[in-house]
């Protein structure tokens, strides 16, 4: 008779979600490299600002500002836990392969919405930035301050939406650029953290409040 592993068994959802994930969206920058989705061309030809682009821009900042103080609540309270301490390395290996996949523009070559200041698009930079930082600061909580890992996802998710909306309200990419980039992180995220353990929490010593 075989034990049961359950951090075995959520490593393997982990890697089986993760690969799906960077699959789909190297099928859609496959599929979109030399052409406009539905989508893609709704958003060329129907799409208005309804704002003006200093409002979008001063929006994109404040979601940017709020990625980075979320992981910085996450640091803050590592910092107070001597194992999650001593294995910040790990995120900051999750945070680079994570940012990594705004590489991949030079595969897909995917020109930009017209006008946009760029030559490749896909993966959205931005997005994969931000989406990379709101990856990182989602796992690393749930080791440092678990109490907080609810709160912190809700920050994030809220800053991804807000500066990813942004770049595609500013012309800089279609729709299909930012989907593509925040699957792409959240799949090289849930990748990476199977294989090194990020994402694993530690019982044996009690979760620091964050500050």
């Known amino acids: 008779m075989t ?8 490593r393997t959802r982990l890697l089986v979600a993760g690969t799906a994930a960077i ?7 496959a599929v979109v490299r030399d052409r406009w989705s539905p989508l893609d061309t709704w958003f060329v030809r129907e799409f208005r600002l309804p704002v003006d682009a200093p409002v979008v821009e001063a929006a994109a900042g404040a979601g940017a500002l709020l990625a980075v ?17 001593a294995r910040l390395w790990r995120h900051a290996v999750l945070l680079a392969a994570c940012v990594a996949v705004a590489g ?14 760029q030559d490749w698009t896909y993966p959205s930079g931005h997005a994969t ?21 609810r709160a912190v996802l809700m920050v994030e998710v809220l800053a991804v939406a807000v500066t990813t ?10 729709p299909t650029d930012v989907v593509g980039a925040m ?6 995220g849930l990748v990476v953290t199977a294989l090194i353990g990020t994402g694993s929490i530690d019982t044996r010593e009690r979760p620091a409040d964050p500050v």
């Open 129 to 149: 930035v931000i989406t990379a930082v709101a990856v990182t600061a989602v796992v690393l909580c749930r080791r440092s301050a678990p109490a907080w890992a």
């Open 183 to 188: 699957v792409g992180v959240i799949g090289v």
């Open 3 to 10: 034990s049961h592993d359950p951090e075995s068994d959520h």
């Open 23 to 29: 699959g789909t969206a190297g099928v859609l920058g």
């Open 165 to 174: 909306a942004s770049r595609v309200a500013l012309g800089e990419h279609f």
């Open 69 to 85: 103080a979320g992981i910085v609540l996450a640091v803050a309270a590592a910092l107070r836990r001597p194992t999650v301490r």
């Open 104 to 117: 991949t523009q030079v595969l897909f070559q995917r020109p930009g919405p017209p006008g946009a200041g």
